[in-house]
């Protein structure tokens, strides 16, 4: 067993991640021989994909299968939306669809698509499958969990373990599902910094997800070094092990 899958290992036994464990996200000019890949671009969520990949399917995009045009431009396909996006996430009463009324008007809803800037792959494929599925010196850049609130309170405390007063180090932005999920954690990774991003509050993607999920992403070298304070945390703890036991009763 590699790095990659032990870490895997050690967060999925220590937070009772057995439903959804963590992803590794890369990117490649090679995909996994049963991944998932959309059969073309322009129509779909790809969150809910995303959430499958954590059930043991890989999932891979390409400029060719990215889902909805939001999907593309977050995964950095394409350079924008859809003319008039600064209207649908705001309160355009005219727009030629229903508004989401996520944000105030036009222009704030412009200046923050145009602050996005998402990375754009170097390689063909966004790959999303399990750190147990990790081989050799293959490492992903950002690792993603999956979690119940017991769950993503554990991971606040190990985030904050060795920085209490770090109260900037896991971010929960306003931001689109697969912004949480792909975007922000990509940009931290390829800054070398300390944070994580707790995501999947978009209202959107909400409506097909289950109601008790929330995700938490870390660049890769943040997770592994929280990973080597692990034995030393609450995680050997009784009352660590009491809510533990309660994570899988429903």
Request: glycine content about 4%.
């Amino acid at each position: 067993m590699n790095t990659v899958q032990t870490i895997g290992t050690d967060f999925s036994e220590n937070l009772q991640l057995i439903k959804y464990q963590p992803v590794g996200l890369y990117i490649s000019d090679e995909k996994p021989g049963n991944a998932i890949e959309l059969k073309k671009k322009g129509n779909g969520c790809i969150v809910p994909l995303i959430l499958k990949a954590s059930t043991g399917q890989p999932v891979v995009f390409s400029e060719d299968s990215t889902g909805w045009p939001c999907s593309a431009f977050y995964l950095g396909f394409q350079d924008s939306i859809f003319e008039g996006i600064e209207y649908f996430l705001s309160t355009k009463d005219d727009f030629w669809r229903p508004c989401e009324r996520f944000i105030e008007n036009p222009a704030l809803a412009k200046s923050f698509i145009d602050h996005v800037q998402a990375i754009k792959p170097a390689k063909r494929y966004v790959v999303f499958k399990l750190l147990s599925e990790f081989t050799g010196p293959e490492e992903p850049e950002v690792v993603l969990f999956f979690v119940n609130p017991d769950q993503l309170s554990a991971l606040v405390y190990l985030t904050h373990f060795d920085a209490p007063e770090a109260f900037d180090r896991i971010i929960t932005p306003f931001a689109s599902a697969c912004m949480t999920l792909a975007t922000l954690p990509l940009k931290l990774a390829r800054n070398n910094e300390q944070k994580a991003v707790c995501g999947l509050h978009d209202l959107s993607a909400r409506a097909r997800l289950p109601k008790d999920l929330l995700s938490i992403a870390y660049p890769y070298p943040f997770l592994k070094s929280i990973w080597q304070k692990l034995p030393d945390t609450f995680m050997q703890t009784e009352l660590w092990q009491t809510i533990k036991k309660r994570i899988n009763q429903d």
